[in-house]
Structure formats: structure tokens, C-alpha cells
């Protein structure tokens, strides 16, 4: 999708262009960011692949992805099914069922019986309230 339409451009007529000269340059930027990008370390090649940052440069943070674990822990105990099967299949994460988040927090945001409260609110301080 051209970024213009994402952010708002109504989808051009049949006949008009789908990608402006702008789509088309943030597209180019975005390839060519993807091209020296380094997939294994995602800093750019020119850093992590100059010879003068070969020692003492770069510090390791390690920090762990605990949705990960969960996915690993389920795929080891899969043992009733072939390699095939097992890299062809896709695993995902969701909460368990009573330890979802509450994903509004800390976004400033009044909390859900309050938002559906409000309507009810605004009426009555219309009322006189
Ligand atoms: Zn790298």
C-alpha cells in the first residue's frame, strides 16, 4: 500500500497513479534502509561491519522474550509428529485466560467502565445534575 493512501490519500481513481513520486521515494528509502540494515544485529552494516569496531565497540544487553519461552517449552513437548510437520508448523501466543493486561494502562486513558459511563454522565450533567 502507498504510504499516502496509509495516511489518508483517498484510493486513487482507476487511471490515476496509485504511488505518487513521494510513495515511490519513502519505497526506495525503505529498500535501501532494508539493504544495509545487518539482519543479524539490525544496526547498520557500515557499523557492525567495519573492521575498526571489531573489539571493544559493541556492549551485549540480554534480556528475555518470555512469549518465546512459552512457544519453546510447547514445541519441545511436541514429540507425536515429523520434522516436516514441526517447521511447517506456526505457533503463536495470546494471554491466558484471567492474566490479560489491561492494555490502557498507563496510556492516560479513563478506564473502561468509565468510558461507558460517560454518556450516561454527559446526559445528566445536561440535565442539571
Ligand atoms: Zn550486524
Redesign the pocket.
Known sequence: MPYSVFTGRPTPAPGEPLFTPEDTAAAIALAEEERDT??????P?A???DSTNQFSVFETHEEQCHATYAMAVHRAKVTDRSDETKAATQLSVLFAAGRVPDFDAGLGLADSADRQNAPNDQAENEQGH
Open positions: 545487518c539482519p543479524s544485529c539490525g544496526l552494516k557499523w557492525c561491519r
